[in-house]
């Protein structure tokens, strides 16, 4: 009996080895941004407020996030820990809407003209998704916090995919005749991808699921 309640099934182990390599690449990443951050390569007109307090302001409050992320989807830590879970959340949530009005600045004023919109909108939704999240724990409604959450962290991300894609893009976007037209793609697939990911699993695929099942005779009567 004991050796049954202790049995891994493959979905968690999966959800283990997604967390540790999702962790081990932020980790890679924010090491890798050290430099940037501390010695910012500034575009013309920048001074220390419109640029360096906002760009290192947004980098030292969104880099917690991507630490706290895989204890707040652990089921573990959750459970057995509520309170935990709870202040992280608030450190979570609250660094995804002050660091997203920070990006929606950067993001709007940034020197490549083809990423400003979809820069903008990334950071007003994460800013949105992590509202609604924080507003449905308040009002206990847990269904809609954990989509939300969820939602939040898809977008907050951005930060791991967008270098993820520019690792690949030279080869996966070599038809582009020119950089900026890569450039501009990669910013808005670091907008949609993760939305198409998170709805697909959220909303969009349980719904065709249901819709493209067999009925059963009681059902089609
Ligand atoms: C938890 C998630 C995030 C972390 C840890 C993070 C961290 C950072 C860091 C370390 C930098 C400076 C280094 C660099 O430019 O490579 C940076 C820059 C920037 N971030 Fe984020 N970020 C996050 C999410 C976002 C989101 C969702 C947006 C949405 C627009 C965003 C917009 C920007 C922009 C526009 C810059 C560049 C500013 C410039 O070059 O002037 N970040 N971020």
New binding site residues.
């Given amino acids: 009996m004991a050796t049954a309640s202790r049995r891994v099934t493959p979905v968690h182990l999966l959800w283990y080895i997604f967390w540790a390599a999702f962790l081990a690449t932020?980790v890679y990443f924010?090491l890798?941004?050290?430099g940037?951050?501390l010695s910012?390569?500034?575009?013309d007109g920048?001074t220390t407020w419109n640029?360096i307090v906002?760009?290192?302001g947004?980098?030292?409050i969104?880099?917690?996030?991507?630490l706290i992320?895989p204890l707040q989807f652990m089921p573990g830590l959750r459970q057995s820990r509520p309170q935990v879970h709870r202040w992280l959340g608030r450190v979570f949530l609250g660094?995804?809407i002050i660091?997203?009005l920070?990006?929606?600045y950067?993001?709007s004023?940034?020197?490549l003209p083809g990423?400003r919109v979809?820069?903008?909108l990334?950071?007003s939704t994460?800013i949105f998704f992590a509202a609604v999240a924080w507003q449905a724990a308040r009002r206990r409604d847990f269904v809609n916090h954990r989509k939300f959450a969820i939602r939040a962290f898809a977008?907050?991300?951005?930060?791991?995919w967008v270098?993820i894609i520019n690792k690949v893009q030279d080869d996966v976007l070599a038809f582009m005749p020119t950089e900026d037209l890569q450039e501009t793609t990669k910013e808005w697939l670091t907008l949609l991808l993760p939305i198409l990911v998170t709805e697909m699993w959220l909303t969009w695929g349980p719904t065709a699921k249901k819709l493209f099942t067999r009925r059963t005779m009681r059902e089609s009567d």
Avoid at 155 to 160: E, P, S, T
């Fill in positions: 932020s924010l890798d941004s050290v940037d951050v910012p390569d500034l575009q920048s640029r906002w760009y290192v947004h980098a030292v969104a880099s917690p996030i991507l992320a660094g995804c660091a997203g920070l990006g929606v950067l993001g004023t940034l020197y990423s979809p820069l903008t990334l950071a994460w977008l907050g991300a951005a930060f791991v270098r």
